[in-house]
């Protein structure tokens, strides 16, 4: 069962017409075939007119769609012998971060990500990739890898936000999102930053301090959810919308603020549509980023990295 | 009926509310044991409840004039940044919050940066002002950290942050949250030339602000009682379905959990700085002095010519008139003001 969202009703429509269609004629009609044919071009033509001009609060949902591809999906089809790293030596192994060493395009690395899970039990496991300290903590001890073996450390940003909890607080969640920012602003290899759905506000930008920051097209990265920023500054949160539209959270609008460097293009109707395709534009955009990182000696690549983050905050938006 | 909404009513209010006005201005009620303390024996205090112990929040004068040498330091004026850059509003413009903000606390922003010394060691400190929109860290805040870590490296002096904040700026979205790393970097700057990054927590310090330059102190000191966490309480609450346990999120019970070094009163905080400082900086007592040492008063005063000065004493509580000698720099609002609650 496909997953529409409300804004896609037309589409659904028109989708289901094509099925209910094509179960009718198991004797082959011509004329049917035509007509299906005439709906899919309608669909696919309400569909690009639908993502060409999604508003803010739509891309959210886009962004958060259960059907976008996530972070395991990413790995499994981009890098070849991963081997997945658990624990953060201190306290525990946090799901919610998935990490791991692995060769991307021949090259060996290591990979860090929210993974939100794609179903009941996988959510839960993933904690909706939402992580608590340990999660942080073991990206940083693999940030500290990278660093030791000289390999691209590269990082796929997809949560709604660092979990809130009292082990998590106790833990020292705030202790170990600064230092994950301390240590990879520090690192002396490549860094390489992807929002590929949602970028929950500290616990995105634990895993957002690289010389690249790139993001999908329908991803979204937030100071604050939209939900929470519409309670606090609202007092209610049906002004969801609104908060959206304010916050200035699409890839767009990050563009254009000078806060990342590169937008990377989704398929017609949006990252669940095309998967496959989706994945590989970002693995081609991540290679690109390493390509122009490469022949950058540790020094330099630290010291534009600082200076990437310092210029940050110079324009606004007419 | 005319008489009595005319004449009688305002009248009334008048005598009213005139005899609400004197105690409340004379007496202040402790937010936490209710406790009634006269006014001048609360700032003798150091705003302090002498029934409780309470630590009521102060604003960056007060503190700046308790923590330096002799209530002696030198603000700087920072950096012009660039305004409402997302043209923020929400149920209001994000300029008409700012232009409230600016006219009630008579600062640009919630940061305040200041030199000195304080138990005879170069400090620099960037204090949060929570009056100023919550003390929340947008642009102008993640500015002032990094000419406070600018200004610690060319003074060969430690640096000290002092929040007291809910968090990032909503308003200015993004590039808030991009404070976060800006403010790392600047705890970088210090560390990277070995001087002491000492962090002093106080009453806020949550989300964005605990989740950054806050939580990377050599030394972590918090007030007591002050609520430091990253979560919002009620945040949590709702998350997890259960009522919080005694204490969560205080200062003591940080402590507990090994994210605090120590939780220090009031009272005591200036000597305790000092103290760590000198132990850090001067390892053999009498010699090894940092080489640029040369007679710490001196040297602060030298340092303070060009820049606006801070007034000394702790009683003044008019604003001291802005320094002349300032007068090349552009940024204007160096008017020292008690702007605390």
């Known amino acids: 069962m496909k997953h529409y969202l409300d804004f896609e009703k037309s589409v659904a429509e028109l989708e289901n017409k094509i099925e209910e269609l094509r179960h009718l004629t198991s004797d082959s009609d011509i004329n049917i075939a035509e007509e299906v044919t005439h709906l899919q071009n309608k669909a696919e033509r309400e569909l690009n007119s639908i993502y060409s001009k999604l508003s803010p609060w739509q891309k959210c949902q886009v962004a958060r769609h259960p059907e976008r591809p996530h972070v395991r999906e990413y790995i499994s089809a981009l890098v070849e012998d991963f081997t997945p790293l658990a624990g953060d030596r201190l306290y525990g192994e946090d799901q919610a971060v998935v990490g791991g060493l692995g060769r991307f395009q021949g090259r060996s690395c290591v990979l860090v990500g929210q993974e939100k899970g794609h179903d009941t039990s996988s959510r839960v496991a993933h904690n909706f990739g939402m992580a608590r300290p340990e999660g942080y903590r073991k990206a940083q001890r693999l940030m500290n890898m990278a660093e030791r073996f000289r390999l691209p450390f590269i990082t796929l940003v997809d949560t709604p936000g660092a979990y809130p909890g009292v082990g998590a607080e106790e833990r020292g969640q705030a202790e170990a999102i600064a230092r994950c920012m301390e240590i990879s602003l520090g690192l002396s290899v490549p860094v390489v930053c992807v929002v590929i759905g949602e970028g929950g506000s500290g616990g995105a930008i634990a895993l957002a301090t690289g010389d690249r920051i790139l993001m999908l097209e329908h991803s979204i990265y937030s100071v604050i959810s939209p939900e929470g920023c519409a309670s606090i500054l609202w007092r209610s949160s049906d002004q969801s919308r609104d908060a959206a539209e304010a916050l200035r959270l699409t890839a767009q609008d990050l563009d254009k603020l000078g806060v990342i460097d590169r937008l990377i293009r989704e398929p017609i109707g949006g990252a669940h549509r095309a998967r496959t395709e989706t994945i590989r534009a970002v693995g081609q955009a991540i290679s690109d980023c390493l390509k122009d990182l490469s022949d950058k000696d540790p020094d330099s690549l630290r010291k534009e990295r600082r200076e990437k983050f310092l210029a940050m905050g110079q324009k606004g938006l007419s | ?341």
């Open chain 2, 1 to 341: 009926m005319n008489w009595i909404t005319n004449y009688v009513r305002p009248k009334l209010q008048a005598l009213v509310s005139s005899k609400n006005e004197v105690p409340d201005n004379l007496w202040e009620k402790c937010p936490a044991c209710e406790h009634m303390v006269f006014h001048r024996e609360l700032e003798e205090q150091l705003r302090v409840c002498p029934n409780c112990g309470h630590h009521m929040r102060i604003g960056p004068t007060t503190r700046m004039k308790l923590l330096f040498d002799e209530g002696k330091y030198t603000r700087i004026s920072l950096p012009e940044t660039i305004q409402d850059p997302l043209k923020f509003r929400d149920r209001e413009r994000y300029t008409e919050r700012l232009k409230k903000a600016r006219s009630k606390t008579g600062e640009q922003d919630a940061i305040q940066v200041a030199h000195g010394t304080i138990g005879g060691q170069k400090a620099v400190t960037a204090i949060f002002d929570f009056s100023f929109m919550g003390g929340s860290m947008g642009v102008a805040v993640g500015e002032g950290l990094l000419a406070a870590a600018k200004l610690a490296v060319e003074k060969d002096a430690a640096l000290i942050t002092i929040p007291s904040s809910g968090g990032a700026r909503m308003q200015e979205g993004i590039l808030s949250l991009m404070q976060l790393p800006r403010s790392v970097i600047a705890v970088e700057m210090v560390k990277e030339k070995n001087l002491p990054y000492i962090v002093l927590l106080t009453d806020p310090t949550t989300g964005g602000v605990s989740a950054s330059f806050a939580m990377l102190g050599d030394i972590q000191i918090a007030e007591p009682g002050a609520v430091i966490g990253f979560a919002g309480a009620r945040v949590i609450e709702e998350t997890i379905r259960e009522t919080l346990p005694p204490g969560f999120q205080r200062a003591e019970y940080l402590l507990e959990h090994g994210m605090l070094d120590m939780v220090v009163p009031r009272n005591e905080l200036q000597e305790t700085l000092g103290r760590t400082l000198k132990l850090l900086r001067e390892p053999l007592l009498g010699e090894a002095l940092p080489a640029s040492g040369k007679g710490k008063k001196a040297a602060s005063k030298a340092a303070a010519s060009d820049e606006a000065k801070g007034s000394s004493t702790a009683e003044s509580e008019k604003p001291a008139a802005k320094d002349e000698k300032s007068g090349k720099k552009p940024a204007k609002p160096e008017a020292e003001r008690v702007t605390e609650q």
